[in-house]
């Protein structure tokens, strides 16, 4: 049987971790919980760069890496596709399908931050939902803007913006209360995809809101892709 490291990131990685026995390793960055109810071994931390990853590969006999890791994590899987080549292994992918805007919906892509703060120019109201990164941004918010930013942990804001710590799956009534009660004009969302509609997209094509979607990179070449847990099962089971 190959020993596979299974990267994790998101929410399928777990049911695909669930499935493996006492051999395989389930690794994590270390944001969010980490589940202690596995048969799998669970590592927790980085691992210095793609020759750091390529050592442990080596060193714990690793056949198989899995990137289960989120779509717009490119820096891991561009490291995991670089360890895997140097030590000879294989290296599968999890990919989630990118969501498709639906009819009604008022989607416009942005590349990169810079791209982001010229198209919120109109707004006053706007919800990030990108995770940490726009706490980096809080001197820069216009005079004109309230920012409501939604992470998985509760941060400090500002007299312009206020931090929810929350983590999904959202309800969709619970969605509709915080558009309303914070009259958001605006919403900023990565494209992560999954295989339910989000229900905060349908809030913003109720409403009539628009969506400024930061633009999926590119991730790296790997042996096999994989759009669904049971596709990724079912060619663990083969192994």
Known sequence: MKRILLLGGVTE????????GPEHIYSLAGVGRVPTDLACQVRVGGYGGAEGLA?????????????????????????AAQAARLCGVACWAMRRPAWQPQPGDDWREVADWAELTEALKPFKRPLFTLGREPLQHLDEIPADQFWTLRALDVYPGNERCEVIGAR???????????????KIDVLISKNSGSTATEPKLEVARERGVPVLVLKRPVLASVDREFPTVASALQAITLL
């Open 55 to 79: 050592q442990f590969v080596h060193d714990e006999g690793i056949s198989l890496i899995l990137d289960a890791t989120h779509p717009y994590a490119a820096r891991i899987s561009r490291n």
């Open 168 to 182: 999904g799956p959202f309800l969709i009534e619970d969605e509709r209360a915080l558009f309303e009660r914070r």
């Open 13 to 20: 990685a777990l049911a695909i971790a669930r499935t493996l």
